[in-house]
């Protein structure tokens, strides 16, 4: 962890130069996305493409990585064309020339009413390598804001209409600084305020910049008596009372300083390294932390280091000494490996992930039946929920409610009513399926010799007796076939599926396979024959 007292263009340098030396670094703890380089090319781009007229920032998008026009190219581009005829008009009837530029902004201009700012964002960044383009020039340093302004735009997406100009008001209303999650970097190395590191902990803290000295800033305001708010003057020229003001100020100060120091150096858990630049001294005595804990150390003790020259250490506790590091032309008293060191490990057997009977394939529905699609699905799941919980309730009506109360699959107040009448008719018409030999929700697996594969399912109702077992599923289709022979594709194979796995774990009995169609309350028996034919025409992705 490197710890820096304040933001500024050191702490930009450090984060540039430990990319430069491929340390791996999870970046800065905070990121202002509108000053990062990268990300106000992207911006100028997305910006032309909502607006084909905007001169300066398609000019902009030319010249950056992007798109790649040389300031000689843009000029010769501009300055020639006549007067009222936009930079874009210009470009096109110029495509010769530029012929890279004129097709990727045609390709953008044809996609970006179509695609979400993220969509958009990746199809700039990937099909069109603007990120490799970005990194290219600006150095890896730019893929932090280049990522960042993507998290900005899902999370945009979960917020609002994705539109583009949408997202680009709320990225250009303000200048958004991200705090980003460094809590998971392990192995990495973070760079960041002693004040964003309060709570955080790291083997090894650098403290680079203990030099800077906390001089206090003439003029400004100070706190007088009850607060009152008094000038700051020379003290020469001060009042006892604004004399006393500032005293409390800087000893106010100090103790923060001081306080902030702390923070700094409990941050290691057992290496402390602390290093700074000389400045020119100044007057007065220079209030610095490189000071203050060198004059600390002093007096604890501290050995000075061979190399790197002027290095002082201090240690407590079970420490290697300075020099005892691993001599790797020393001889190693070697042992002899086993054998089985060299041997080529085992290939791992491949891991078969079963599938699911209800994605075997085939269409699930007879006809059209609802144009809402998500709302037949989610009364479908409703209703499954309450022919699986209300058989057997003294009061129906009010375990519907709490069922239906929450969650995804919640229902208004006006709907709970028509839901749990439904399911009671389904419930009277077929009492034999929701007795005590029946269970429901059942999970089956097995291996399938039609298929050679593995399924997994789970079978709504399963009635088990001594020498009969029927599997029923229940389907919620609004338009339900008039004969078993016509009963969707998909269905069939499910059912066939079903009917398999019962087969073999249970030999010696009887099995059968129905579907309750609960539309109608009709309850119909799938022959054996049309089902496994069904299933042998299967597909497994």
């Known amino acids: 962890m490197i710890l820096l007292q304040r933001r500024g263009l050191l702490f930009e340098q450090i984060i540039q130069a430990c990319k430069a030396e491929d340390v791996p670094i999870a970046g800065a703890d905070r990121l202002k996305i509108g000053a990062e380089l990268a990300v106000r090319d992207l911006l100028a781009l997305l910006t032309f493409l909502t607006l084909s007229e905007d001169d300066l920032s398609l000019a902009s998008a030319l010249r950056s990585p992007l798109l790649g026009l040389s300031e000689r190219d843009l000029y010769r581009l501009a300055s020639s064309r006549p007067a009222g005829r936009s930079l874009w008009a210009e470009l096109r009837g110029r495509s010769d020339e530029f012929p890279d530029a004129v097709a990727t902004l045609d390709d953008l201009r044809r996609t970006v009413d179509f695609m979400a700012p993220y969509e958009l964002l990746e199809h700039v960044l990937s099909k069109h390598g603007g990120r490799e383009r ?151 005595t220079p209030l610095n932390w490189y000071k203050s804990i060198e004059s600390a150390l002093d007096a604890l003790g501290t050995v000075p280091c061979e190399w790197p020259p002027g290095v002082l250490r201090f240690q407590h506790g079970d420490w290697p000494g300075p020099g005892s590091a691993f001599d790797a032309s020393q001889p190693v008293d070697g042992r002899e490996l086993p054998e089985f060191l060299s041997d080529d490990a085992p290939s791992a057997e491949r891991q078969v992930i079963p599938a699911s009977p209800s994605d075997l394939g085939g269409a699930k529905v007879s006809g059209t039946g609802t144009s809402d699609e998500d709302r037949a699905l989610r009364r479908g799941r409703q209703i499954h929920l309450l022919l699986e919980h209300l058989p057997g309730q003294p009061d ?146």
């Open 134 to 284: 970005l990194l290219a020039r600006l150095g890896p340093e730019a893929e932090d804001g280049i990522d960042e302004l993507l998290n900005q735009a899902l999370t945009f997406e979960q917020d609002a209409v994705p539109t583009m100009t949408g997202f680009l008001a709320r990225v250009q209303s303000g200048d958004i600084e991200v705090k980003r999650r460094l809590e998971g970097a392990e192995g990495l190395v973070r760079v960041m305020t002693v004040h964003g590191a309060k709570g955080l902990e790291s083997p090894i803290v650098i403290l680079p910049d203990t030099m800077a000295s906390d001089h206090a800033r003439p003029g400004g305001i100070v706190a007088g008596p009850d607060g009152i708010p008094l000038a700051s003057l020379p003290d020469e020229e001060c009042p006892e009372l604004l004399r006393e003001a500032k005293e409390r100020k800087k000893a106010a100060d100090v103790e923060e300083r001081n306080r902030l120091l702390y923070v700094a150096m409990t941050r290691a858990k057992q290496w402390l390294i602390v290093g700074g630049v000389e400045r020119a001294a100044r007057s007065g």
């Open 396 to 541: 129906p009506e009010a375990m519907a409610g709490r069922l239906l109360s929450d969650g995804p699959d919640r229902a208004g107040a006006n709907e709970i009513d028509g839901l749990v009448k439904h399911a009671l008719a389904n419930l009277d018409r077929h009492p034999e399926l929701f007795g005590e030999d029946a269970l429901s929700e059942v999970d089956v697996s097995a291996h399938l010799p039609t298929l050679d594969h593995a399924i997994s399912g789970t079978i709504d109702r399963l009635i088990l007796r001594p020498e009969h077992v029927l599997a029923v599923d229940f389907k919620t289709n609004a338009v339900v076939p008039e004969r078993a022979e016509d009963t969707p594709e998909g269905l069939l194979r499910q059912m066939g599926a079903y009917l398999e796995a019962l087969e073999l774990i249970y030999p010696d009995r009887e099995v059968g396979v129905a579907i309750l169609w609960t539309e109608t309350r009709e309850l119909v028996s799938l022959p054996h024959a049309i089902v496994r034919e069904a299933l042998a025409r299967s597909t497994i992705s």
